[in-house]
């Protein structure tokens, strides 16, 4: 899945040699190598996927400001390589794994 791979090349996670020094250095280098470890929760079921889809995003998301915010956090994202905008459209019938609506 191309989606998931996208942010595998990308990293903002690179240790300064100060930050290596410390004795959480060894930690950071790892997740600069493998990722940063999270739980994001169970996965979504489809059903729990198409109502957020039907909800819609909430009203406070609505707001002029916060759209500008939305766009130019989703614009510097994609620019860096570590998003991609799809279409709901085109990723309906085929969701990747993990996926959850925000």
């Excluded at 489809?46 to 130019?72: N, V, W, Y």
């Excluded at 905008?85 to 085929?94: G, M």
């Amino acid at each position: 899945n191309d989606i998931a791979d996208l942010g595998k090349l990308l990293s903002l996670m690179q240790p300064q040699d100060t930050a290596k020094a410390h004795a959480f250095g060894p930690t950071l280098e790892e997740y600069a190598v493998n990722g940063v470890p999270v739980d994001c929760g169970e996965d979504w079921t489809r059903e729990t996927i198409d109502a957020a889809i039907a909800r819609g995003p909430h009203q406070s998301a609505m707001t002029p400001e916060a759209m500008k915010l939305f766009q130019e956090d989703i614009t510097y994202q994609v620019a860096a390589g570590f998003a991609r905008v799809v279409l709901w459209e085109d990723i309906k019938d085929n969701l990747p794994s993990n996926l959850k609506i925000s």
